[in-house]
């Protein structure tokens, strides 16, 4: 099982960036898909879920508006389109898979954001 971030780096306030969680080991579309963010010396919080339908989805209330989570089962990848960044964004993106029935989740090994100029 493989889940591989992507999409990562250094951008300016204001500017955008894509995310990208490509899946391997598992059967994609029993799996909602979460991307949780975290800061060092402080506790990992989800940033935004999708269903593994792909209808439902929810938002940390601080990015939503600016966030857009997105899935392609058929590519076994889920996105996160982040525009108007702020420097409070900056941490490391973690893909997350959790099952729609039983069974474990599984983690990506993290892609670093930095929003600065």
């Known amino acids: 099982v493989q889940l591989v971030e992507s999409g990562g780096g250094l951008v300016q306030p204001g500017g955008s960036l894509r995310l990208s969680c490509a899946a391997s080991g598992f059967t994609f579309s029993n799996y909602h898909m979460r991307w949780f963010r975290q800061v060092p010396g402080k506790e990992r919080e989800l940033a935004a879920g999708i269903s593994n339908t792909g209808l439902i989805t929810n938002y940390l209330d601080s990015v939503k508006g600016r966030f857009t989570i997105s899935r392609d089962n058929a590519k076994n990848t889920v996105y996160l389109q982040m525009n108007s960044l702020k420097p409070e964004d900056t941490a490391v993106y973690y893909c997350?898979?959790?099952?729609?029935?039983?069974?474990?989740?599984?983690w990506g090994q993290g892609a670093q954001v930095t929003v600065s100029s």
């Open positions: 997350n898979a959790v099952p729609s029935s039983r069974g474990r989740d599984y």
